[in-house]
Structure formats: structure tokens, C-alpha cells
């Protein structure tokens, strides 16, 4: 599903609906324009994932935790290498938290942290894994690349709403405008 990049609001939708895909989807010039815009609204969350029925789980986590940020979603790996760069470039700003999958299309969410690592703005950032992977060699090999923290996608509701506390935890105090 490569639909460039996508910015959502927890509280709002900015997206558009493509009615062939169901899915939210901008333009990357488009993106990077509601991107600049949102930077001086609250935390920004870099959400790289390619599960539609996870990024909403995870917007429900945030919103039940009164997280006041914009999502920038990328849907594969790939994706999240080119917002990265776009990043590094200076076409628009580092956002406050990343949350990246470990297996996604186009490049899996090692490449994906090992890359934000070697950032020349992003490379300090707090990156959460979320994955379905409990093998421990990922989280040695996650904790190797740099990973601040690993979670295990639950499998109930309520232990996935609890995610929203965890992330909120690691997000800079930034009042959220209208």
C-alpha cells in the first residue's frame, strides 16, 4: 500500500477518504505542508505501520490518554525512509516520538531504526517498537539499534489503550493549540 505520507490529527481528521482504498491519503507535497502546519500544535508522533486496524487502535491508546499530537503516518518501511530524509534535508521538522513496526513491506523496521539512528536531527528522538514479534532476538536486536523501548502489540483492547499512558510518558510537555 504505498500511499506517500499521511497526517492525522487524534482529535480531528485531515485526511482525505479514497473511497476504492478506505484508507486516509496525501499527497507528500501535501503532507509535508499540514506537517509544518501541525509542528506548532502539541508533540508530533512518527507512526510507521502498515496495519490500518493498528494505527486506529493506536489513535484510541492516545486519545483515551489524553495525548494531544499529531499523527504522520508512513506505510511501509520505504515510506519511512523517504520521510527520514525529507527530515534530515530540512523539508520539515523532527518530530517528537517515533513508533515503528518491525515487519513492514518495501523495508522492515530494523532498517527503518537504523536509519533514524545515523539522522542528523531525528537520531536522538525516543523510537518505540510495536510489533506482534516476541522473540527475543528482535528485542536484543532492536535494543542493539537503539530502540528506547519495545512493546508487544497486546492482544486484548484494554492492555492496547494502556500503550497511550506508556507513549505519553516519553512525549515533551508541549500545550496542544487549536
Avoid at 531525528?122 to 516476541?134: E, F, Q, T, W, Y
Wanted: hydrophobic share 45%; aromatic share 6%; proline share 4%.
Amino acid at each position: 500500500m504505498s500511499c506517500g505520507w499521511a497526517i492525522e490529527s487524534i482529535f480531528g481528521h485531515f485526511g482525505e477518504k479514497i473511497a476504492e482504498s478506505g484508507t486516509e491519503k496525501f499527497s507528500i507535497m501535501a503532507g509535508v505542508a499540514r506537517y509544518s502546519a501541525a509542528a506548532a500544535a502539541g508533540s508530533m508522533i512518527v507512526v510507521v505501520e502498515d496495519n490500518p486496524a493498528d494505527v486506529m487502535l493506536l489513535r484510541e491508546a492516545l486519545a483515551t490518554h489524553q495525548v494531544g499530537s499529531k499523527l504522520y503516518l508512513a506505510h511501509d518501511g520505504e515510506e519511512g525512509i523517504r520521510l527520514l530524509d525529507a527530515i534530515d534535508e530540512g523539508q520539515m521538522p523532527c518530530p517528537d516520538l517515533i513508533v515503528l513496526d518491525l515487519n513492514l513491506p518495501r523495508r522492515n523496521g530494523f532498517e527503518v531504526l537504523a536509519r533514524v539512528r545515523l539522522s542528523s536531527r531525528c537520531a536522538s528522538k525516543p523510537v518505540v517498537i510495536l510489533s506482534s514479534s516476541a522473540a527475543a532476538t528482535d528485542r536484543e536486536k532492536a535494543a542493539r539499534l537503539g530502540a528506547s523501548t519495545y512493546i508487544r502489540k497486546p492482544s486484548t483492547l484494554k492492555e492496547f489503550l494502556s500503550i497511550g499512558e506508556r507513549l505519553k510518558a516519553l512525549l515533551p510537555n508541549k500545550p496542544l493549540t487549536a
